[in-house]
């Protein structure tokens, strides 16, 4: 049975995002345990950010499991970037690293956001997309 979750955006955790695999090597569709992914979500805090005025604002998320390398094109939509940020984002890679390609940034003020994530990441990876890899 092919087992896909292409459609929907579907929670991460930093780590996890970045063990994904190309599947099959050359598409805009990643894997994890053997289930097609494209779509992400993550909540994270920015840790560096390079704006090229009308053009991209690339961006680096970092949840505690790792760093993620994310872009937004400017000429798509606009975004304030320093703070707690729930970027939802196509899975992509550039120059053989995994990234994620924003569509929406929403920027959360709620503290406990940020924990509630992780629980429903843990969740989900245990439930949905396969045992969570430590």
């Known amino acids: 049975m092919d087992k896909s979750l292409s459609l929907v955006y579907v929670k991460l955790l930093a780590f996890n995002l970045l063990s994904l695999a190309h599947s099959p090597p050359d598409t805009p569709t990643f894997s994890r345990d053997g289930i097609s992914l494209s779509h992400a979500e993550l909540l994270s805090v920015v840790v560096y950010h390079e704006h090229k005025p ?80 430590s």
């Open 54 to 133: 009308g053009r991209f604002l690339k961006f680096a998320v970092d949840d505690g499991t790792s760093c993620v390398p994310c872009i937004l094109w400017l000429n798509h939509a606009t975004s304030p970037y320093f703070a707690r940020q729930r970027p939802q984002a196509r899975i992509t890679s550039y120059r053989g690293v995994v990234q994620i390609t924003a569509s929406s940034v929403a920027v959360k003020r709620d503290p406990n956001a940020e924990v509630l994530h992780w629980l429903d990441c843990l969740k989900l990876a245990r439930r949905v997309y396969g045992r969570p890899r």
